[in-house]
């Protein structure tokens, strides 16, 4: 194994472990709230819905930071790397304490645009409006998070969320029974838990400041850069989430079956993307970094590294994949439809989980690289490309049936998406622009 493997492996393992926690312990809390009857699950199921995506959409605090950090510590300027990190966390309470003071406020609108009962609408706006305290610390937890990425440490982020997730399922436990708050008590639990998970962070972020002897304060020029950043990234994330809700209306469309199907297989996908991501985090923090201290020669190595990495492992889901296509439909469904439709899905699925791989390492690559403006215009594009193939899915008779419809859509979605995906990164991973000029900080590269 080479010294570059080492390096892949040491900074993905840990990453995996963290990305692994967070839905592991989010299903424990939706466990403990389920016993308490329908109307509290239904709502927990909103408003998580309503946060998931608020906090997906604000991704970009991580994705930002660890570029722009990495790329300094490569070029060696330590206190700078600490220094940009601590402007990320600065914007992160920025946007959050806005975030704080409007959720109150927006929660029940945002509840009861899903037209959802009276009850089920009055318990979600609750959850909401208190779940908008941990706002912040959440925002924080990203940012520092992409701190610690950029410094080549993923060990500190699997710590906290190991720690934080699995004191937020203990609080939800002792406040939603013990207490007796029944839902109020998880939205408590868990604004308890975010807060405790930010000011760790926070103490380790001061605690690198202090070593490297970089300032803690606000500092206008480096919150604006880093908010310039992320605007890219936002954009970036909006036309992914985009997809996926464009996916969802169009198996709507086309029958219950399909849709109950399609979020099967999106579930399946999510969950062997999680080591895929791994390897993409590994990618932004080796990458920045390489950029900063390397050659163009010695970047491609890491990306053909990385690339072998994700194409391997891409390969051996795919495989474990078809292997159980035709019994998955009896683990996630007693429904005779969905059973039946879906083994073609899962076959699709595996069979291009390497392209899959391929788009998660080199979109890892263009964020280390801190290439957020063409990865925002990319992807402008993916999406202008793949509506005519979801509308072509959409289109699929009612006479074909539910496994033909199901076909279709992960065709449109796993071939087609990925595929536009995959031609769009390995245009630009193919060339040299995106590296910029070796040695060059974040702010000179945006110049």
């Known amino acids: 194994m080479t010294q570059v493997d080492r390096r892949i492996l040491g900074l993905a393992i840990p990453a995996l472990g963290a990305l692994v926690a967070e839905p592991l312990f989010l299903a424990t809390d939706t466990a403990l709230v389920g016993h308490l009857g329908v109307d509290q699950l239904a709502a927990l199921g909103l408003a998580s819905t309503v946060l998931g995506t608020a906090l997906g959409l604000l991704v970009f605090l991580a994705y930002a930071t660890t570029p722009a950090v990495a790329r300094l510590l490569g070029v060696g300027d330590r206190r700078g790397a600490v220094r940009a990190g601590i402007d990320g966390i600065w914007l992160a309470l920025l946007l959050g304490a806005g975030l704080a003071v409007a959720g109150p406020f927006a929660a029940h609108p945002l509840a009861a645009a899903f037209g959802a009962d009276a009850g089920v609408t009055d318990l979600a706006a609750h959850y909401l409006a208190i779940s908008s305290a941990g706002a912040p610390a959440m925002l924080v937890l990203m940012a520092a998070t992409g701190l610690f990425r950029g410094l080549q440490d993923t060990r500190t982020p699997l710590v906290i969320a190991v720690a934080g997730f699995g004191a937020n399922a203990a609080l939800n436990a002792v406040l939603i029974y013990g207490a007796g708050w029944g839902i109020t008590g998880s939205a408590v639990g868990t604004v308890i838990a975010q807060w405790g998970m930010a000011v760790a962070c926070l103490a380790i972020a001061a605690r690198h400041a202090r070593r490297e002897g970089a300032s803690v304060t606000p500092r206008l020029p480096g919150v604006a850069s880093a908010a310039r950043a992320g605007g890219w990234m936002l954009l970036r994330t909006v036309t992914l989430r985009v997809a996926l809700v ?64 994700g194409l391997g492992t891409g390969v051996v889901f795919g495989a474990v994949l078809a292997v159980g296509a035709p019994w998955l439909g009896h683990v996630f469904s007693s429904d005779a439809g969905v059973v039946d439709a879906l083994p073609g899905g899962v076959w699709i699925v595996a069979a291009t989980m390497p392209l899959a791989a391929v788009v998660f390492v080199l979109d890892g690559v263009l964020i280390g690289a801190a290439d957020g403006r063409y990865l925002a215009l990319a992807g402008v594009v993916n999406l202008a490309v793949y509506a005519p193939l979801l509308w072509w899915a959409a289109q699929t008779p009612a006479s074909a049936g539910a ?23 390995g245009v630009r991973a193919a060339g040299t622009r995106w590296m910029g000029p070796l040695g060059a900080s974040p702010a000179t590269i945006e110049a």
Do not use: K, N
């Not at 579930?267 to 201290?293: E, H, Y």
């Not at 979605?413 to 995959?422: P, V």
């Open 403 to 425: 496994s033909a419809a199901v076909l279709a859509i992960q065709l449109a979605y796993c071939l087609g998406f990925y595929g536009i995906r995959a031609l769009t990164l």
């Open 246 to 309: 464009a996916t969802t209306v169009a198996a709507t469309g086309l029958g219950t079956v399909t849709l109950a199907s399609t979020q099967v297989l999106f579930q399946l996908t999510f969950l062997f993307a999680l080591a895929l991501d791994a390897f993409a985090i590994a990618a932004q923090a080796m990458v920045g970094f390489d950029l900063g201290a390397g050659s163009h020669a010695a970047e491609r190595a890491t990306v053909r590294r990385l690339l072998a990495w």
